[in-house]
């Protein structure tokens, strides 16, 4: 499977959701779990550089906006010091 260039972000997640699901339950062939585990890895990649992507230019708009002030949350969504 070559990721789609038109395929939007929401789509290959989407994909990547029914992949795990199918590979959860655990009835398919051992070569057509690999196919899917593949496939699987190629959209978490292709949804990690979309994810990449969108942060970089929410960078740029809140450095063009003035505000070049970064906020890291820790594992359990509070606020820490930066």
């Not at 395929?7 to 899917?36: C, H, N, T, Y």
């Not at 970064?70 to 969504?77: A, F, H, L, R």
Request: with cysteine; glycine share 8%.
């Amino acid at each position: 499977m070559s990721i789609e260039v038109e395929l939007s972000f929401e789509e290959a997640l989407e994909q990547l959701e029914s992949i795990v699901k199918e590979l959860e339950r655990g009835e398919l062939p051992l070569a057509e779990s690999l196919d899917k585990f593949e496939n699987g890895i190629k959209l978490t990649k292709f949804c990690s550089q979309k994810l990449e992507k969108a942060e970089g230019k929410v960078e740029v708009i809140k450095e063009e906006a003035g505000e070049i002030k970064t906020e890291i949350y820790d594992n359990y969504g509070e606020k820490g010091a930066n």
